[in-house]
Each structure stands twice: as C-alpha cells, then as structure tokens.
C-alpha cells in the first residue's frame, strides 16, 4: 500500500511538471464547455460547464493529462449542494480505469500524504466541496492507456441520497491555481 502511495505522489508530481510546460497552450480559460453529463433521472446531455442532480451542483469537472506510462490519473470538480439535507459522494467508476478512488492529499509539515477515503466526501447541505490537486481529488488507477489532453474520458459519480450521475469528462493539462468557478 505505500508502495502504491509512493507512486500516486510520483506520478502526480511529475504529471504537474509536465503539464506546466503546456497549461498555458490548452488552458486560456476555465475549459469547461466539454464537459457532458448525464443523471439517472435525466439522460439527456447537458453541454455547459455545469449540471444539476436533484439538490446537487456539479461544475468544473475535467481529469488531468498524464505522462506516457503512467498508471495514475487524477479528476477534479465542484459539488455544490443547494438542499436543506446532507449527501455524500460514496463511490466513482469508469470503464477506463479498474478503480476509480476517491484520495486526500495533505501535507504534514514537509510531507506530503495521500490516502485513500473509504467512507466517501460527505457534500453538507448548503455548502460546496472541492475536488482539486493537492486536496479532495478522485484518482483513476491502473490506467492502461494514459488520458490524452483532448480526448474525454467517461465517469460515473455515485451519491448516497441523489444517485448516480453519469459524465464525460475533457482531459487537460495541469490547471495552475485550480480555476474552478
């Protein structure tokens, strides 16, 4: 398992470095008008940079470009809950990844420490949660064939109350300062 966390935290470290040297390239603005989405209840496609499922906001969604090689990637977004009642991000899937996990990443001190949430991101009534690098973020594992900036990639969000949303998500470099709206 350290072994694994060891990796994730190189992986995304060298994805940042990386990434830098073609952010501005593929990132001049919030890059968010790819991003498709489908909910359980609604199956048609929501183009934009934001989708409503039930109570829940979701926005700025994207999954990071990664290196030749890599078998790690990390996704980004914005849950907004505007309900009077708690929900809970419990679990994501792509048919691109065996498991999508849902990770933190803090530093303590000088160390940088990721692990992996088995109990979800709870998403308070409310209020807005953040997935985004060096935070709350969902990590694409085992990946087979690295995500391509460009390209898009499918994901299914599972929540506790409101359900299953399904997404499409753009790939893209490294967002400097994490510009979501």
Do not use: W
């Not at 929501?46 to 078998?71: D, N």
């Amino acid at each position: 398992m350290k072994y694994l966390a060891t990796l994730a935290l190189c992986a995304a470290v060298l994805a940042a470095a990386a990434d830098r040297s073609y952010a501005q390239a593929g990132d001049a603005g919030s890059g968010n008008g790819a991003m498709h989405m489908h909910g359980s209840s609604d199956p048609a496609t929501a183009s934009g940079a934001s989708v409503k499922l039930g109570m829940l906001k979701i926005s700025g969604g994207y999954v990071r470009a990664m290196l030749p090689g890599q078998p790690v990637g990390g996704c980004y977004l914005v849950i907004r809950n505007t309900g009077s009642e708690n929900d809970r991000l419990v679990s994501a899937s792509s048919p691109l990844s065996p498991a999508v996990e849902i990770h933190e990443m803090s530093m303590q001190g000088q160390i940088m420490k990721m692990r992996r949430l088995d109990g979800g991101i709870s998403v308070p009534a409310g209020q807005t949660v953040e997935l985004k690098p060096s935070g709350l973020h969902l990590m694409f594992t085992k990946v087979a064939t690295p995500f391509k900036q460009g390209e898009s990639v499918p994901l299914t969000l599972n929540f506790e109350h409101t359900g299953r949303l399904e997404l499409s998500l753009p790939v893209e470099a490294f967002r400097p300062g994490n510009q979501h709206n």
